[in-house]
């Protein structure tokens, strides 16, 4: 038999549910392991120095974190079937979208779940569970506060506030619009097959509609999101989709969505990478689309997360010569313009941004 992968996962980790579906759709046999008190030190930091899941071991017993870098890695070991575009214009566009799934709609998803009593009670058992299975000699009352006090302590600095609470919701409702109307016409965010994007946003929606406050939102089957959503699943069980239609959608079609990412996601990181250049900490203030003002903290992570992905966009844009095309690739090119002398080390992008 294969030796399998080992995935260790928490059960409400929306990066654990994007590489659990990886997984799936690869088809490779795989081993889940939940974390918990005892494997969060000796295999989790023992092995990749850090706390946090998803982890993946390989058969050849490398230890592989941060569901992006998984993906890529594993993308190169077992290309088929392929999870990111063939075409390289799309591939970059997918990677945008993972970015904004995982970096952005990760917000929401906290606010929503920790800022709301119900949710945030049902989810101090969900951590509470997994902590304590296997580690007998845990207090479950002691893992019910304290992990989750170590979770809302990274909320203000994601700028996922009371304050925001409101604008972020809003911002999912419109993002649900968006997906409806995509998903109306076209299976998955690629096209015909899924991609590491649709994994991405199926985390975060995912995580959001298991809680109390999120259900009211995020699945209903009765909406074209919900039906994406069932359609992955299938996908991931090898079954056929239920949608028909094969075709990606055209850069006007993912206008809508590329417009919501520019003016909330990349303001954010654009803002962001310029305000680290004058002091590596301190607060960050931006305006973001309809002069809503968001607030959150400097972070280096976030300008890493903006580097990878412009390169990854340099690379589409001198191979393809666009992303998706048209007006998704105009909203993009437009925001991204705003970093001026940092796109420097981006040629091809910086000539496609500045015009
Ligand atoms: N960028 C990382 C984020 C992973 C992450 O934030 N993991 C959280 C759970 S969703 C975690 O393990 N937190 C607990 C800890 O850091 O100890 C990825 O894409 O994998």
Redesign the pocket.
Known sequence: MTAPYTLYV?S?????D??RMYLRLKGLPVLEVR?NLRN?EQVLRARTG?????VVITPADEAL????H?TRTLEAACPVPPLRPADPGRRGLDALLEDYA?EWVVRVMLASRWLHEPDAEQNRTVIAADMTCGAPEVELAAAREV?PQ??MATLPPMGATRETLGFLLDDLSGLLTDLDALFAEHRFLGGAEPTVADLAFYGQLNQIRRDPTGRVMVGDPGRAHGRWLADLERRADGAAAEHAGEAAPDGEALAPLARRIARTYLRFAVANAKALEEAPKGPLAVELAGGVPFQAARAGYNRKCLQALLAELEAAVAAAGRLAGGAADGEIFAELAGLGRLLAPYATLAHACTG
């Open positions: 928490m409400n980790s929306p990066y654990s994007k590489i974390e969060r850090r706390t946090m899941v998803p974190n941060d569901s992006t998984i995982d992990f170590g979770i």
